[in-house]
């Protein structure tokens, strides 16, 4: 009936195909069952909406597209802009700050139905994190937070994501890598995992075996879609806290755009033979701080406030600890320069809609 060669090949895609099978299994076994977790979280989990048609909202970041392929309806009575969840006894909700992308108007829809009226506390574009006030005078289901600190790589987890208002969605995946993959900009704060973030699940929980928040999935139109992006839960603690004090997130900046060097070989191929560590400047902002004080692209920056600098996440931590108009001192090698100390005083960062690709600045 079939020939030898047809035989062969009919043989290896059956054999293909059962070890797909028990792979798809052998995987399936190795994640812990999250089941009853998911009964005590799901009440948590919330669905935003806005009863204005959102102003700045794209096909790109619009749950409703993403899933049905077809936009709200102009005469809808509301518009889904996707997930959250509640914290601190459900007195407030922690979404993606691409979600509130153009509104003014927000309602929380609950597990039971129940809608609540909220309103914005503050946002931070830089780590895609909104804070909501919900405008409620009882305790609602809450979720806690884990130490991301302590979690660890290839440990389980499970993505909620709440994008119409119906059912939620759950994804269970393994945590890939805690950040400094990318070697460029903030943006290499937020986490690895291997299920992809979308515009469906954006703003929701990733959760560890027990329900506690390990990280806020983060989601771009840039990132590949095979995986998702989550800013972890320590990250997210420390703006809360400064969003709650000061509604806003107070960030000193340089004004410049940097990368890490890969090898100890791509220093010293800059002429730094001495040298081990280090981050270049891609490009600076006219007239922010690092322009200000004279440092050029092509620069090293090898140390800052007598702390070396081995990575972007370096510099970053130290400006995260520094408040604007403060004075730092780095020590910068230069080509034909040698070794240079320079002083600079931080600047706020100014407001995201003032700045180019805000994610990618320090």
């Not at 703003?203 to 992006?229: E, I, K, T």
Request: charged residues 20%.
């Amino acid at each position: 009936m079939f020939g030898r060669s047809t035989q062969r090949s009919f043989s290896f895609w059956l054999r293909l195909a059962f070890f797909m099978l028990a792979s798809t299994k052998s995987a399936a076994a190795s994640l812990p069952d999250f089941q009853e977790v998911l009964t005590d979280v799901f009440p948590a989990v919330v669905h935003l909406r806005t009863t204005a048609r959102p102003q700045n909202q794209t096909l790109l970041n619009d749950p409703q597209q993403f899933l049905l392929q077809t936009p709200p309806l102009q005469s809808a009575s509301n518009f889904p802009l996707g997930t959250g969840f509640l914290i601190q006894k459900g007195q407030y909700c922690l979404t993606a700050y691409r979600n509130l992308a153009g509104v003014s108007e927000l309602e929380i829809l609950l597990r039971n139905k129940k809608v609540l009226k909220a309103h914005l506390i503050g946002a931070d574009r830089t780590s895609d994190l909104a804070l909501l006030k919900v405008e409620t005078k009882s305790s609602l289901p809450s979720l806690e937070f884990a130490d991301s600190q302590k979690a660890l790589l290839g440990e389980a987890i499970v993505l909620i994501g709440q994008p119409l208002g119906f059912e939620p969605l759950v994804l269970q995946g393994h945590l890939m890598a805690k950040g400094g993959v990318l070697g460029r900009g903030p943006s290499d704060q937020f986490w690895i995992y291997d299920v992809g973030t979308n515009p469906a699940n954006a703003g929701g929980p990733l959760l560890d075996r027990r329900g506690r928040v390990l990280g806020m999935a983060h989601y771009s139109p840039q990132n590949p879609a095979a995986y998702g992006f989550a800013l972890p839960s320590n990250r997210a603690k420390e703006l809360i806290a400064g969003l709650q004090k000061n509604g806003k997130v107070l960030r000193s900046w340089l004004g410049l755009l940097a990368r890490n060097l890969p090898s100890t070989e791509a220093i010293t191929a800059k002429g730094a033979q001495t040298l081990n560590q280090g981050i270049q400047i891609e490009n600076l902002i006219i007239d922010g701080p690092a322009a200000r004080a004279g440092l050029q692209i092509g620069d090293l920056i090898v140390e800052a406030n007598k702390r070396p600098i081995s990575s972007l996440v370096d510099l970053q931590h130290l400006l995260e600890e520094t408040k604007p108009s403060t004075s730092i001192k780095l020590k910068i090698y230069r080509r034909q320069k040698s070794y240079l100390d320079l002083e600079l005083i931080t600047a706020e960062i100014p407001s995201a809609e003032d700045l180019p690709d805000a994610q990618d600045l320090l």
